[in-house]
């Protein structure tokens, strides 16, 4: 008797595709007879191993006594070459088929890797019908392509369940003739790709096949054929990902993980969750897996390794495991490239990833230390860059708490002793609280005590365990060298500092000219001269020191930031030894400092990098001081007025040159200032220098530009002069002075012979309370303390210059006189000097009022 039944498919379990390889789907074939077959539809297999259909078929017992059925593997979406991998095979007669009634029943399958593939099936008795939903077989297109295809596929499952190496070879015989018959132009290229890739590698890993890379080049060439909204490219992407970790595993080839960790973060958002896709691509043979290489890569400043952080921790969401390590590794590549490149965004976003790391590492945690010494290292450089004191509360906080947590003995105690004292110091400098560095002070010297020794031992060890030419070498010389000239300060051993020396200049011989880290060997060879000089006191270790900081502070490769600390400190040494190079010290300072405040683009950030160097702003009244005590008075006014024009302008809010220059040539405006942008970072390539150097050179051939980034000279400042003589106040700690600039001829210098800085700030302070306290004074009161500061200011600081003008300049009484006090001189009524006396006819002394109209110009 003919049967016709209605079949549903419904689900299937534990569907294990044998050759390891990721379907696109599962679906169930059906052969009705030799010519006709039925298809499922092709489902996606769950994460589970499990499939769900509800298709129907209806199926007539006429074609066969029997019914055969497969589960297929579809390794494409969308065009399917071929059957696919059939790893389930059954064949059962119809009353089998029909033994169960109008229920569900499972049908087993033969195991495949240990597990039993099933299918959930209902089926029906029905009147007689067609069998529409069958389809020939011949209707099949490129019939040779698709039995070529399908061969491939039965000798590769041979091959894998069998482990006989000669299928493995007639699988990539089949796949081969494929790609043959399938050229690029071909819609099958792709899959013809895959599946030839797939066998060799297979092959591959099982040592029977060589030539990983070219394999690994077809997942790529089929990667490319299949663009972004194409149905397979999703199954692209994982091929390639899963075999580049797998060769990474293998070679450990750093690029190969960083392509795989930005082919999975392309993949995932593809792979709905549930699916066995995912569960594969986000387990630990994928995702996971790469995290953990990319945590272990080095640290990459480069935009693409920074770009490779980012994508690691979007792998690690809230609540990851992992989450922590790779807000760490991103917080140090931004630092990292802060370091490089100097902006301030990075700072921050490094701030920003620390603290929610410290965030995610409480108290108790193994590593709660280091976050926060992390985190307090970035506010602490923030701080340097910015001069916000919270940052360096904050750090000062940070590092105490990391104290508390290395009691004495612990290995690391002294690297948190250094960091707590120098956070200290920079307070101090910031708000003289005896207090912080008095604290510092023994903070250091705890550090000394514990580890000095320990640490040139290790230096020594480590420069051991290094090769001769490895390109790190100069970095643990000198460590090494630091340590020792630190260690001759407190024993002054001589064998230490030689030691010292010899290091610096092994590193230095180490360094190409132009390499940036030449100035750190100028730092350590300076550091060790001096210390040499202020135990031996021998000369030609000054001269050596001096020329150390000459070469640190002019070496081009290096950021205008650091350079200008080595030159403001080059000009401090060269002042307290009394070295002829000051002068030439401070002329650089002043040219870096004008170069660095050009490289901001607006008025704010050229304020924000001015205060950045806290130090220096005393610098314009030191450098006039030393000009005036070599005899050079040209010289001081330049100076002085290069140094207070600098910090006036800013303060008002002027204009820069640069911004003048926008208005005649914008394009050479423009390229000056992205080419100064790179000079403020901590290294700068010296093809950018050169760049840098010709731009200017081309500024200065402009009609009024000539000396762009030059210091205005004595000729040009003295046209301020035209309308009577200019009295520049300086009020240094070398000396306090006056330098009288005249309508014509040189500068004449008044020596205020009584007054010092410490009196004049004095002096400044008394004013201020006489003034108070005569606003509160009953009128008719005679104000006994400001003529007494206003007699001493006439006697002390303007009849001197008084005695000048009328002597040596004979400038006629009641001319215009213009003053332009600086520092502690500003804060104190220069106008108002008056003697306060009579002469032997009774008549009054006149005072500065009397004798000529006074001015105040803040600068020249």
């Not at 493995?168 to 599946?195: G, I, K, M």
């Not at 640490?455 to 020792?484: C, F, G, K, M, Q």
């Not at 290096?558 to 002829?580: K, L, M, N, S, Y």
Request: charged share 25%; aromatic share 8%; net charge negative.
């Amino acid at each position: 008797m003919i049967l016709n039944t209605l079949t549903t498919v419904i689900n299937g379990k534990n569907l294990r595709v044998a050759s390891g390889r990721i379907p696109a789907g599962i679906y169930i074939f059906i052969n009705v007879d030799l010519k006709r077959c039925w298809k499922s539809s092709i489902s996606v297999l769950s994460s589970d191993e499990s499939v769900a259909w509800g298709n129907t078929v209806t199926l007539s017992s006429h074609a066969s006594p029997t019914l055969s059925l497969e589960i297929r593997a579809a390794f494409e979406l969308g065009r399917m070459l071929g059957g696919g991998e059939v790893f389930g095979k059954l064949e059962m007669s119809w009353d089998e088929l029909l033994d169960h009634g109008d229920e569900p029943f499972d049908l087993s399958f033969p195991p495949v890797c240990n597990v039993h593939p099933s299918l959930t099936l209902k089926a029906a008795v029905v009147q007689a019908c067609e069998d529409d939903d069958c389809i020939l077989v011949d209707s099949l297109v490129d019939r040779d392509i698709v039995r070529d295809t399908d061969a491939g596929h039965a000798q590769f499952y041979a091959y894998v369940t069998s482990e006989n190496v000669s299928h493995l070879h007639d699988a990539v015989e089949h796949f081969q003739l494929v790609l043959d018959q399938c050229p690029v132009s071909h819609p099958d290229h792709a899959t013809a790709l895959t599946n030839l890739a797939w066998a060799r590698l297979k092959g591959y890993i099982r040592n029977d096949l060589q030539d990983i890379d070219a394999t690994i080049s077809l997942f790529r060439d089929a990667l490319a054929l299949r663009p972004q909204r194409h149905p397979d490219h999703h199954l692209s992407l994982f091929n390639l990902a899963e075999w580049l970790t797998w060769r990474h595993d293998k070679n450990d080839t750093a690029t190969d993980i960083r392509e795989a960790a930005q082919l999975y973060h392309e993949l995932l958002p593809l792979c709905p969750e549930g699916t066995y896709l995912r569960s594969i691509a986000g387990g630990p043979d994928g995702v996971e897996y790469v995290i953990d290489e990319c945590n272990d890569l080095p640290v990459d400043a480069s935009d693409e390794g920074i770009q490779l952080r980012r994508v690691v921790l979007e792998f690690c969401p809230l609540g990851h495991q992992l989450r922590l390590r790779a807000l760490d590794e991103l917080a140090r590549a931004v630092e990292a490239r802060f370091d490089q490149h100097g902006s301030i965004d990075d700072l921050d976003m490094s701030i920003q990833l620390g603290r929610e790391a410290v965030s995610l590492c409480p108290e108790g945690h193994d590593d709660h230390g280091y976050y926060l010494n992390s985190l307090a290292i970035s506010l602490v450089s923030h701080f340097h860059h910015q001069g916000s004191p919270n940052d360096l509360d904050d750090a000062i906080s940070l590092y105490e708490e990391v104290l508390r947590l290395r009691p004495v003995g612990y290995e690391y105690r002294d690297i948190s002793l250094d960091n707590l004292g120098l956070a200290l110091v920079a307070r101090f400098n910031k708000r003289d609280d005896i207090d912080d560095v008095t604290r510092a002070v023994s903070l250091y010297r705890e550090a000394l005590t514990e580890d000095l020794n320990e640490a040139i031992d290790w230096y020594r060890e480590s420069l051991r365990l290094v090769r001769p030419d490895d390109l790190e070498r100069h970095v643990t010389l000198h460590n090494l060298s630091s340590a020792l000239c630190s260690r001759f300060t407190q024993t002054e051993e001589n064998e230490d500092i030689e030691e010292a020396i010899t290091l610096g200049q092994e590193s230095l011989a180490a360094l190409s000219s132009l390499h940036p880290d030449r100035f750190f060997s100028y730092m350590r060879l300076e550091e060790a001269h001096l210390s040499r000089y202020e135990i031996l006191h021998d000369p030609g270790d000054l001269s050596l020191a001096m020329e150390n900081f000459r070469l640190a502070s002019r070496h081009s490769t290096q950021g205008f930031p650091r350079r200008i600390i080595e030159a403001v400190d080059w000009a401090r040494e060269a002042e307290v030894h009394q070295h002829e190079s000051a002068l030439e010290a401070y002329q650089t300072c002043f040219e870096l400092f004008d170069s660095h405040v050009m490289t901001r683009s607006s008025i704010i950030s050229r304020r924000e990098a001015a205060t950045a160097f806290s130090d220096a702003r005393s610098l314009p009244v030191d450098a006039a001081s030393c000009a005036i005590r070599r005899d050079n008075l040209r010289r001081a006014v330049e100076l002085v007025e290069q140094g207070r024009g600098q910090q006036w302008s800013l303060a008002s809010r002027l204009r820069t040159p640069l911004e003048d220059l926008e208005s005649i040539s914008p394009e050479l405006a423009r390229k000056f200032s992205q080419l100064s942008k790179h000079l403020s970072m901590l290294r700068v390539p010296r093809r950018l220098t050169r760049q840098w150097e010709a731009v200017v050179v081309e500024i200065r051939d402009l009609q009024e530009y000539s000396r762009f980034l030059l210091p205005p000279s004595y000729e040009d400042l003295q046209a301020a002069a035209r309308q009577g003589p200019v009295i520049i106040l300086i009020a240094s700690q070398y000396l306090c002075s006056a330098v009288i600039v005249p309508t014509s001829g040189d500068p004449r210098h008044v020596p205020l012979l009584s007054v010092t800085l410490t009196e004049l700030t004095n002096l400044k302070d008394s004013f201020a309370r006489a003034i108070r306290h005569a606003c509160i004074m009953d009128p008719k009161l005679p104000r006994n303390d400001l003529i007494v500061l206003l007699r001493t200011v006439w006697d002390e600081i303007i009849l001197p210059i008084v005695n000048v003008l009328q002597h040596d300049l004979k400038l006629k009484f009641h001319s215009r006189i213009w003053l332009c006090p600086t520092a502690a001189f500003t804060s104190i009524p220069l106008h108002a000097a008056h003697p306060f006396r009579t002469n032997a006819d009774r008549s009054k002394e006149p005072c500065l009022e009397d004798l000529y109209i006074c001015s105040y110009t803040p600068t020249l």
